[in-house]
Structure formats: C-alpha cells, structure tokens
C-alpha cells in the first residue's frame, strides 16, 4: 500500500505533487482541544476524544521542527537549526490555551501552536473529523474542436513584461486552458527569452537555451526540422525534467503552402478515454512506456514514462507522449499491462497495442484538434504537461520559427507565487 505522500508523487510525478496538491493533508484550524496526554517519548493531542480524533507527535520531530525564528528563518522559511540537537524534554507545558510550550536539555524554549499542530499533524487517527481543508483547485477548461475557447485566451506582451497582474493572467490562462496567445510581440530571437526568463529560469538543454528554426531550408539535426508534417506530441518526454511550458514564436513568415499550426488538448482527450475507453484509459495510466532520444553527438536521453498522470479522482493531471521517440514495449510494460489486467502476456500485449492505437486515432481526428496559422507578432505559451503540439506538413515558403521552455516547478512556483502575493 502506498502512503499518502507516496501516492501523491506516483499519481501526479514529484514536480507536480508539490502543485496540484498544495494544501494535501492541510486541516481546518481550530482553537481548542479536548486534552493532551504527555508520554515518556511524545504527546498525544486529543482533537475530539468523543470521535476519537487524535494526533501523535514525538519530541524528536517536535524539536527538528521548532517553528521558532531561531531554527526557522521567518522569511525563508528554511531550517537554521542543527537536525542532531538533543530532542531531550526537561519540561513540557501542555495546559496552555492555545499552545504547547517545551523547554529542552539544552535551555531552548519551543512553541507550538494548536493550529500549526493540526496542520502539520504526520501521526493521527480518525482526523477527517475535524473537517479537513480541501486543496484548492484551479480551474481547468478542457476543449475540443467544437468547444474552443472564443474568443481565445490572450495576453498583451508589452503589459506581461511589466505588470505582475498580466504575467498572473498569462500564467493562470495557461493553466486553464492549456495555451495562451501573447499578442503584439516584437519578431526578434531576444522576445521569446526575455518573455522565458521573465517567467523564471530558463530549461536548458543539448539545444542551447533557445532552439530555432528555419522551414525552406535544408536541416537534419532533428525530424522537427525538417518539412515533415509533425504528429501531436509533447516535447522532450526523454528528458528527467521535460519542459512544463513552451514559447514558441514566429519571427520571420514569408506565404507559402502548408506548415499550419495544430494545438490537441490532451486532459479532454484523456477524459473521453476514461468515458468511453476505459481499460485502455486505465493501461495507458498504469503502464510505463520506453522513451529515448539521440540529438546529434549528445549522449542518449532515455526514461519511462505513464503517458496520463491522474489525480485523486482519476482524472488526468500530466500527459507525457512522443511518438517518434517511443521506444518498444519492454519486460517491465508487459508486467505492468499483467498486472494492471490480471491476464496472461499474449492478451496484455494485444490490449496495449489497442489501447496505443485508440489513443492515436483520437489523437490524430479532426474532433479533438485545434487549427491555426502561428505568425509573427502572436507567440504561444503552452503548458508541455497537458497540450500536444503538431504542425502540418510544410510544403513551400519560409518560416523562421524560435522558442524557449521553462521547467514544470519553476512556471506553478511563479503561478502561486503570484497568486499569494495579488491576493
């Protein structure tokens, strides 16, 4: 059995559990209590002794965690205090009001409040009786073709550069639908960077900190560079810390045939599987696939990934897919497929490849994408995590077509960041 934070981190990747679930076992605060009982080693708290409510918490954890400004800077929040400090209580106060004060072999005085016991609390039992505090949700629009938001989500670069408010809708416009176009951008190679980095640092990689690209010339480094039409996928899923976001910007467009822009949105495309695909739906979001990438004379980047991510409902909440860089199903995919379907090899194969193959066909139907020409002046912000990307094939013209990725914890750190601060 996995432990809640285990779960956390299994469902949703370790970048995104610290984000979708922010306030993840965060409880209402209250003011009182109904007694505490003091131990050789720990105190028990009695949050409602009638319903059996409690929480454990031991001097050794109490004193690793002093929420006090001598062991916790009270701005940055991150521990001053020596871990291996003698955890011995030489008096504890538990019939204070609102707080329970400890004082330690060492003469340092602790106190913890009752609010910042219950919310910190690791040990307990029957808690959800103190009505636990739901983790915010932001607000997520899924679309398709027939339900695209009109008019689309939109943000003025000139006002994202210098407001804290634009940037905030920008990112949170993001978040909900997937993409965001930034309207009025100078066509230069710097906007796309300076627009990144005002996001937060950039993600860099074997493609320098910004890679580009010129259709109507001859390159290639990679399938993406060339004139090929390109299926829908997310970026880099070979890499530890694929890209949470993307800018993508056109600076140079000289007409031509093909080259259009196509935008899928993989959370409504996941939840139609979990509507009516159900078992593929459940493969594809238990089953691990091989990815791998050579770029070139970098060295290979492989990894394994769940193509959906889900939250505490089942619903998706990350989205990993690359067809060109998918690697063969393997040992460890056709365990989990087993194991997943309570079957034997041949049948667990043969479902995958169905449940690969429904996923393609939906991925590649008119229903479910997004039609567009991307020129210069109008860049787009996508969310790497959730938006598939395609572009058709390029048949004649030029284009010069530049971009930037931010990693998936520095755009919701900034997110929230802003969010608390414009509160």
């Not at 409690?54 to 965690?65: A, E, P, T, V, Y």
């Not at 899924?142 to 408010?165: F, G, I, S």
């Not at 695909?277 to 769940?306: C, G, M, Q």
Request: glycine share 6%.
């Amino acid at each position: 059995m996995f432990s809640f934070a285990q779960k956390v981190v299994r469902i949703a990747g370790p970048a995104r559990a610290a984000y979708l679930f922010p306030l993840a076992r965060r409880l209402a605060s209250v003011t009182t209590v109904s007694g505490i009982d003091k131990g050789d080693e720990s105190i028990l708290v009695n949050w409602n002794k009638k319903k059996g409510a409690w929480s454990k918490f031991h001097f050794d954890w109490l004193r690793d965690n002093c929420p006090c400004p001598k062991c916790k800077h009270s701005v940055l929040q991150q521990r001053l205090l020596d871990t291996l400090e003698d955890a011995t209580p030489t008096k504890v106060d538990v019939e204070g009001k609102d707080a329970v004060e400890v004082e330690w072999r060492d003469g340092h005085r602790s106190q913890y409040s009752h609010d910042w016991l219950l919310t910190n609390s690791y040990c307990h039992n029957n808690i959800s009786v103190i009505k636990p505090q739901p983790a915010p949700k932001r607000k997520i629009t899924l679309w398709d073709r027939d339900a695209v938001p009109d008019p689309p989500p939109e943000v003025n670069y000139h006002n994202v550069m210098a407001d804290d408010k634009s940037m905030l809708a920008l990112l949170q416009k993001t978040y909900q639908y997937g993409y965001c176009f930034i309207l009025d951008t100078p066509p230069t190679l710097e906007s796309s960077v300076e627009m990144g980095e005002r996001i937060g640092p950039l993600l860099n990689s074997f493609y320098g900190l910004q890679w580009n690209i010129e259709l109507g010339k001859m390159n290639v480094d990679h399938i993406s560079y060339s004139k090929a039409r390109i299926l829908p996928h997310t970026d880099n899923p070979s890499f530890f810390d694929a890209p949470g976001t993307g800018l993508m910007h056109v600076i140079a467009y000289e007409d031509g045939e093909g080259g259009g822009s196509v935008l899928v949105d993989g959370f409504k495309l996941g939840d139609h599987m979990k509507q009516h695909f159900p078992e593929y739906f459940s493969l594809l979001s238990n089953v691990s696939i091989p990815y791998k990438l050579t770029f070139k004379d970098a060295a290979n980047y492989h990894i394994r990934r769940y193509t959906f991510l889900v939250d505490d409902d089942g619903d998706p909440s990350g989205l990993h897919f690359n067809h060109i860089d998918r690697q063969p199903l393997d040992e460890e995919s056709l365990y989990q497929a087993k194991e997943v379907l309570s079957c034997d090899a041949d049948v667990a194969l043969k479902k995958m490849y169905q449940a690969i193959r429904c996923f393609h066909q939906l991925l590649y139907s008119d229903e479910f994408t997004y039609k567009f020409d991307l020129r210069p002046g109008r860049m787009l912000m996508m969310n790497n995590r959730r938006v598939l990307h395609a572009r058709e094939e390029f048949i004649s013209g030029y284009r010069h077509v530049c971009g930037v990725y931010n990693s998936e914890q520095e755009w919701l750190s900034k997110l929230e960041k802003l969010e608390n601060d414009l509160s």
